[in-house]
């Protein structure tokens, strides 16, 4: 899906490898207003098996199993299972290291925009061409990044992956007109730090 998104002008990396987009409700689980860091991860998860052939077979797990995991390794007590209780950015690389002894990277960006945050970005994508989760301390709102932008004439540009869509999308098309898989200038984030996730998956 996201690269059926048109890039803006100037140079561009995206996610290498396809990924199912989660969102609020996909599976009938009603988690609005909590659960778009198990989405962004379900996401993730996807795009780690498709990019492995040894995980054909493997099941992305649901928000219920991804708490069950989170209990297992001992990071949450037992009655965080069936909660309404959100995860961030530690907790995604804590599952994708349960499933797959994967190593990822956190990066903590006190800006967004900053010039050393940027260049960690793009020297990602050039050398893994992954998946990057994230979540800010003052915008909460978990996203993925499946590609970045640079341009003389716009800047810089993420192309995000936002789970907060509710309901059924009738097509990738209209997921794209709403915003929810899009391009987005850095500067319009938010003034907050963010964790990004950097998943070291060749």
């Given at each position: 899906?996201?690269?059926?998104?048109?890039?803006?002008?100037g140079d561009?990396?995206?996610?290498?490898?396809h990924?199912?987009?989660?969102?609020?409700?996909?599976?009938?689980?009603?988690?609005?207003?909590?659960?778009?860091g198990?989405?962004t991860?379900?996401?993730a998860?996807?795009?780690?098996?498709?990019?492995?052939?040894?995980?054909?077979?493997?099941?992305?797990?649901?928000?219920?199993?991804?708490?069950?995991?989170l209990?297992n390794?001992?990071d949450?007590?037992?009655?965080?299972?069936?909660?309404?209780?959100?995860?961030?950015t530690?907790?995604?690389?804590?599952?994708?290291?349960y499933?797959f002894?994967?190593?990822?990277?956190i990066?903590?960006?006190?800006?967004?925009?900053?010039?050393?945050?940027?260049?960690?970005?793009?020297?990602y994508?050039?050398?893994?061409a992954?998946?990057?989760?994230?979540?800010?301390m003052?915008?909460?709102?978990?996203?993925?990044?499946?590609?970045?932008?640079?341009?003389?004439?716009?800047?810089?540009?993420?192309?995000?992956?936002?789970?907060?869509?509710?309901?059924?999308?009738?097509?990738?098309?209209?997921?794209?007109?709403?915003?929810?898989?899009?391009?987005?200038?850095?500067?319009?984030?938010?003034?907050?730090?963010?964790n990004?996730?950097?998943i070291?998956?060749?």
């Amino acid at each position: 899906m996201h690269l059926a998104l048109p890039a803006p002008q100037g140079d561009t990396l995206y996610t290498r490898g396809h990924f199912k987009y989660f969102h609020y409700g996909c599976d009938g689980t009603l988690d609005t207003g909590w659960g778009c860091g198990y989405r962004t991860l379900q996401t993730a998860i996807s795009w780690i098996i498709n990019k492995r052939p040894s995980s054909g077979n493997q099941a992305v797990p649901s928000i219920r199993e991804i708490q069950r995991m989170l209990v297992n390794i001992g990071d949450k007590l037992p009655p965080f299972i069936d909660s309404r209780d959100w995860i961030g950015t530690l907790e995604e690389f804590y599952v994708i290291d349960y499933m797959f002894e994967l190593p990822c990277k956190i990066v903590h960006a006190q800006q967004l925009n900053s010039d050393r945050v940027i260049k960690q970005i793009r020297r990602y994508f050039e050398e893994y061409a992954g998946f990057i989760a994230m979540g800010g301390m003052s915008d909460m709102a978990s996203k993925g990044i499946a590609g970045i932008n640079q341009s003389p004439a716009s800047g810089v540009s993420l192309l995000i992956v936002d789970p907060h869509f509710s309901g059924v999308p009738s097509s990738k098309q209209q997921l794209i007109d709403e915003g929810y898989v899009r391009w987005r200038p850095i500067s319009e984030f938010p003034e907050s730090a963010y964790n990004l996730c950097f998943i070291l998956q060749q």
